[in-house]
């Protein structure tokens, strides 16, 4: 998936600064499902990033990203949005690639993130709100950049959700 310079999702909580112009690739669902990927991204530009994303509405939607910091360093951040946006970083990853969980819970939403595909963190744990239609997908980001390439691979989604959230499993 390519990024296009200058794209983004992000509603700023200090002003009214919108952006909704990154490329999204999702799947409605309805049922407790897993959105997992591998992702390798070619960091150019700060917040270059690949996403997983849960969509519900233009003002309710959260994103998992997997984004190179101001420092140029790679790192698992994470996007919330209830009418706008926060920010929060998870950590630091030594390598251009690593491994995103988001699981549709009855009732929530979970990210984890993984170094190798087998032992994860819990990254978040939170609810939108009022419940739309939920979309599950990919997206990819370049907000102050010229554009960004990102690879997705061992794609799955599916039914179903980890059963110990903060276990690492």
């Not at 997997?66 to 926060?86: C, H, I, K, W």
């Not at 950590?91 to 990210?111: E, M, N, Q």
């Not at 990102?150 to 959700?161: A, D, K, Q, T």
Request: proline share 6%; aromatic share 8%.
């Amino acid at each position: 998936m390519i990024a296009p310079a200058r794209s983004d999702r992000f509603h700023d909580p200090a002003d009214d600064t919108r952006k909704a112009d990154s490329p999204l690739w999702a799947a409605q669902t309805d049922a407790p499902s897993t959105l997992v990927a591998r992702v390798t991204v070619d960091f150019v530009d700060t917040f270059d990033a690949g996403v997983l994303m849960a969509y519900q509405s233009r003002d309710a939607w959260a994103k998992l990203c997997f984004e190179r910091d101001p420092a140029g360093r790679p790192m698992v951040v994470s996007v919330v949005t209830r009418g706008r946006s926060d920010d929060a970083n998870a950590f630091l990853v030594d390598s251009s690639t690593v491994w995103l969980r988001l699981s549709l819970l009855p009732r929530a939403y979970a990210f984890h993130a993984s170094t190798n595909g087998q032992h994860w963190e819990l990254v978040r744990y939170f609810r939108l709100g009022a419940r739309g239609r939920p979309r599950l997908g990919l997206s990819a980001q370049a907000p102050v950049g010229a554009g960004c390439a990102v690879r997705f691979e061992h794609v799955r989604l599916g039914p179903g959700v980890v059963d110990d959230l903060r276990g690492g499993a």
